[in-house]
Nanobody
Framework: QVQLVESGGGLVQPGGSLRLSCAAS????????MGWYRQAPGKQREPVAR???????NYADSVKGRFTISRDNSKNTVYLQMNSLKPEDTAVYYC?????????WGQGTQVTVSS
């Protein structure tokens, strides 16, 4: 079994910053891609950022220049540094990890950007 534990969400004012973390534990052999998705109320879940085991990074156009994804392989952890947050970034953020060929999701953490 693999568990993903997310942390770092919360309420922040527009222009503020948050850092999300997602730590994987359990029966982990080889972690491939790690990434973040988000789902706003009434909308479909969408990809935000992704980082492969080789370090290739992709971002959604809406977050480029504001969000930074990184990973610490020694801790099986992926991070999402979110700067210059906007109200439209408000959503539940989910961590997604691919271990070998199996996909795992975190439980989600709420990010609310509001004054």
């Amino acid at each position: 079994q693999v568990q993903l534990v997310e942390s770092g969400g919360g309420l922040v004012q527009p222009g503020g910053s948050l850092r999300l973390s997602c730590a994987a534990s359990g029966s982990i052999s080889s972690i491939n891609a790690m990434g973040w998705y988000r789902q706003a109320p009434g909308k479909q879940r969408e990809p935000v950022a992704r980082i492969t085991s080789g370090g290739t990074i992709n971002y959604a156009d809406s977050v480029k220049g504001r969000f930074t994804i990184s990973r610490d392989n020694s801790k099986n952890t992926v991070y999402l540094q979110m700067n210059s947050l906007k109200p439209e970034d408000t959503a539940v953020y989910y961590c997604r990890v691919v271990i070998v060929t199996t996909l795992y999701w975190g439980q989600g953490t709420q990010v609310t950007v509001s004054s």
